[in-house]
């Protein structure tokens, strides 16, 4: 998990909160917020878990939002490890990478948000077309969707 910027048309900050599934590249979450508190972090994977389920190992950056004793109690209470990325270490978080650089190309950068919900709304529409409608090639050209139904696990993938 990490953060991309951008700002609504009155020149406000948004964080993008990105979250992709390193086996089967579902995006379960990419969550759009002013600011980002440890607390806002549990909130959307909770979200996400009750959809999704509770993943063995998350791995994150070194963030403030990420290194904060509320993450780190819910994670020890849900049974998840929290795999920090080494810094200056690229290739342990290839594959977030990827989606960032799809969203901030194909979602931040094409886009303009009047409102925070607007940003919201243009945020999940993109997510559900990278799920279901874009083929992978690291998954045999199938949709994330389709690969995660192909292999009999359709609402419950690892994060």
């Not at 389920?53 to 490890?81: C, H, Q, Y």
């Not at 925070?116 to 083929?135: G, V």
């Not at 045999?140 to 292999?151: A, K, L, Y």
Request: hydrophobic share 40%; net charge positive.
């Amino acid at each position: 998990m990490e953060f991309l910027s951008d700002q609504l048309f009155n020149g406000s900050k948004i964080h993008v909160l990105a979250i992709v599934d390193a086996f089967s590249r579902l995006s379960p979450a990419i969550d759009v917020r002013q600011r980002y508190r440890g607390a806002n972090v549990i909130d959307t994977l909770e979200r996400m878990t009750a959809v999704y389920g509770v993943s063995k190992t998350i791995r994150v950056d070194n963030g403030p939002e990420f290194i904060s004793r509320d993450l780190d109690l819910w994670a020890w209470s849900k049974g998840v490890m929290l795999d920090f990325s080494r810094p200056g270490k690229p290739t342990d978080e290839c594959i977030r990478r990827i989606l960032q650089r799809q969203v901030r190309a194909e979602w931040i950068k094409r886009n303009w948000f009047l409102t925070l919900d607007d940003a919201r709304s243009k945020c999940e529409a993109y997510r559900r077309e990278y799920n279901e409608e874009r083929p992978q090639n690291a998954i045999g050209n199938n949709t994330p969707m389709e690969f995660i139904m192909s292999i009999g696990h359709p609402s419950r993938p690892m994060i």
